[in-house]
């Protein structure tokens, strides 16, 4: 499954939702907030809460729809992969921050996730990657 997820179309449309999610909450509550939600929901398990906190029903429902058309998968499949693969990108996200001190500045690997305006080299099937590459070791 590691080796589909990165290339699959069902991380890029889940990704976008991601980065949809998170700047929203940037945009209302500050970069602080958007961070505390990256290290709540961050993990290397299925969380169904990173998914709900991020996602509404009907955006879940709207992305195992379009993932399954574009995949071929069953949109139940889809929606069981959402908390396999949300806290992992969350994971990634979370690489960028300071653990040793969070006051001493930014995120910059969220900060570039985040950035719309960016060149778009980061993406979620580049998240997806260097995270299961992080979870091999």
Do not use: W
Not at 66 to 91: C, F, H, M, S
């Amino acid at each position: 499954m590691q080796t589909l997820l990165p290339s699959n179309p069902f991380c890029q449309l889940s990704g976008g939702q991601v980065r949809s999610a998170l700047q929203d909450k940037q945009a209302t509550d500050g970069n602080e907030a958007a961070q505390n939600l990256v290290n709540q929901y961050a993990g290397t398990s299925a969380n169904p809460q990173a998914v709900n906190s991020l996602f509404s029903p009907q955006i879940q429902q709207q992305v195992a729809q379009v993932a399954a058309q574009r995949t071929g998968l069953d949109t139940g499949i889809v929606q069981q992969l959402l908390p396999l693969a949300v806290p992992l990108v969350l994971k990634f996200l979370q690489s960028g921050a300071n653990v040793q001190n969070p006051q001493a500045g930014g995120n910059p690997v969220l900060n570039s996730f985040l950035d719309a305006d960016g060149d778009g080299d980061v993406d979620i099937a580049d998240a997806i990657q260097m995270a299961s590459r992080y979870m091999r070791k």
